[in-house]
Structures are given as C-alpha cells and as structure tokens.
C-alpha cells in the first residue's frame, strides 16, 4: 500500500479536532460515546484520514468495552501493529498502513469462535461506508 506524507498542518486542515487527536497524537475518546459503538448496518469502515478500508461490518460485535469491536480487518496490509508500552500497560497499538493514523488497539479477548482477537477501535478515527 503507497504511504500517505502529510504536513502536521495539512492533517490539521483535514481532520476535526476529535478526529486529530486520535489519529495524530495517538488520542482515546471516552467509553460508549463514538458514533459507531452501536452501528448495526451493513457496510464498510475506513479510515477517517485516508479512506483506506480498514473493517466489514460482517467482522463487527458488541464486545461491551465501549468502543466499536471487529473480530478482524478486511486486509492485514492495511494495518500495522506495533508494541505500545505507554500507561504503564504493554499493548498492541493498530495503525493504518497508508496514512499512519491510530486506530486503536487489539486484544486476544475477541470470539473464540471467529479469531479470537478484539480490534477496539475509535470511531472518531473511522467513517462508514454503507452498502
């Protein structure tokens, strides 16, 4: 996937200041108060900076953490994991692969019968594409 470099200024220019927050400066929004926690419809979920898809409603659950949950991504090129060892927690931090933007994290607590894995995405940092 071709990388996107933008200024710290044109990100600015790009992104409201929630969506900044979370993808830029590596940000959380609080628990149960994203604007997909609860999406149920059919479609698809990119990247609020890039557009790059990112997850299928087909691999979204209601995990209860408060944040939109995937089971798994539409394409593992499409993301980056990386070690994040901030808060005093050792986590797995997903970035999108194109434009570097934090997600989120992921967990091994997800549907053992599917993955396994829990994708716990902000919402600020995606936008739905219905189908």
Request: hydrophobic residues 30%; aromatic residues 10%.
């Amino acid at each position: 996937m071709e990388k996107i470099n933008r200024t710290d200024e044109e990100w600015r220019k790009l992104l409201t200041p929630e969506q900044y927050h979370i993808l830029r400066q590596a940000g959380t929004e609080r628990p149960f108060t994203g604007e997909y926690v609860d999406t149920e419809d059919d479609g698809t979920y990119v990247c609020a900076g890039c557009k790059a898809p990112l997850f299928s409603s087909d691999t979204k659950f209601h995990s209860g953490s408060g944040w939109p949950s995937f089971w798994d991504v539409m394409d593992k090129g499409n993301v980056e994991l990386h070690e994040d060892r901030s808060y005093g927690m050792v986590r797995t931090e997903i970035n999108c692969a194109k434009c570097g933007g934090h997600l989120g994290h992921v967990f091994p607590d997800g549907p053992r019968d599917k993955t396994g894995m829990r994708f716990c995405i902000n919402s600020a940092a995606l936008e739905f594409k219905p189908e």
